[in-house]
């Protein structure tokens, strides 16, 4: 995707730095190289004590355009904030569970290794995808066949080493397979 530079828009948003004690971790599909217009910079957070998260989001970002901060009713109610720096919008997403335990987190990180493992072909098939207005998890469990919530699916998948991944990754090939 063209247009504003999104490591750019992360530096000059500070984010990394403002919220360091909550251990951000950019995601999502502008480092996957998978972004279109629309997207946003995602940053995940470990928040365990979500009123602490909030009062930090506002004191932190609040003077960014379009500040927007809610939370969640249900599970152990993550907090999230949306603004714009330098034209791209960001989410911050702040829950309990650490980072590395977080569904963004896993599905960030197995959608990685899946680009990893099927490169330039692979990243060419989940690009028509997502630019037919496919949300991430969607566009590659379209582009691997799978079935059911694509969220889920990529859960299960996170759990499979790398042989597994690319068994799924075969034409024809299945979860478990």
């Known amino acids: ?32 190289g998978l972004a279109v217009p629309g997207s946003d910079i995602d940053v995940l957070c470990h928040a365990p004590d979500p009123d602490l998260f909030a009062a930090a989001l506002w004191a932190e970002c609040g003077r960014f355009e379009h500040f927007a901060m809610w939370q ?3 599970a152990d109610r993550p907090v999230v904030a949306t603004f714009s720096v330098e034209g791209l919008p960001f989410e911050i997403f702040g829950q309990a569970r650490p980072v590395a335990g977080q569904h963004g987190w896993r599905h960030f990180t197995v959608e990685q290794r899946l680009l990893g493992l099927g490169g330039t072909a692979f990243r060419d098939a989940v ?28 859960l299960d998948l996170a759990e499979m080493d790398d042989a597994g991944l690319l068994e799924v990754m075969k034409p024809g090939g299945s979860p478990g397979a």
Request: charge should be positive; charged fraction near 20%; proline fraction near 10%.
């Open 1 to 32: 995707m063209r247009g504003p530079d999104w490591q750019a828009a992360l530096a000059a948003s500070g984010i990394l730095l403002r919220l360091a004690r909550f251990d951000p971790h950019v995601a999502g599909t502008f480092p996957l």
């Open 72 to 74: 969640w009713r249900k």
């Open 127 to 154: 690009l028509p995808a997502r630019r037919a207005g496919a949300k991430t998890e969607p566009a590659f469990a379209q582009v691997l066949g799978l079935e059911g919530d694509p969220y889920r699916a990529m």
